[in-house]
Nanobody, 124 residues
Framework: QVQLVESGGGLVQAGGSLRVSCAAS????????MGWFRQAPGKEREFVAA????????SYASAVKGRFTISRDNAKNTVYLQMNSLKPEDTAVYYC?????????????????WGQGTQVTVSS
């Protein structure tokens, strides 16, 4: 079992940047496909980005493609989400998740472990 803790959220102006991190403990992160999801007020949780176990393959939601970058440092047991050109509609609680499957997946139900989330607020 792995425990996930997100950090780095906060308040940023539109057009700004923010990097959120997800630190894992309990098991080595390289065992898992990792994903980021987000949930805005009054909306369902949605997929943002995912990265393969070795970091070579990535997948992004169309709403963030070209603005967000997911990366991982397995030696540090940490996954990152670099968010650039932020928009007010990016405001949400951001969750990292771990999937012990072999392939990248965008489906929330495929992920086995979840962090508690970190709030990102983008002001206009």
């Amino acid at each position: 079992q792995v425990q996930l803790v997100e950090s780095g959220g906060g308040l940023v102006q539109a057009g700004g940047s923010l990097r959120v991190s997800c630190a894992a403990s309990g098991r080595t992160l390289s065992t898992y496909v990792m994903g980021w999801f987000r949930q805005a007020p009054g909306k369902e949780r949605e997929f943002v980005a995912a990265i393969s176990r070795n970091g070579i393959s990535t997948s992004y939601a169309s709403a963030v493609k070209g603005r967000f970058t997911i990366s991982r440092d397995n030696a540090k047991n940490t996954v990152y989400l670099q968010m650039n050109s932020l928009k007010p509609e990016d405001t949400a609680v951001y969750y990292c998740a771990a999937d012990y499957g072999l392939l990248i997946t965008t489906r929330e139900s495929d992920y086995n472990y979840w962090g508690q989330g970190t709030q990102v607020t983008v002001s206009s």
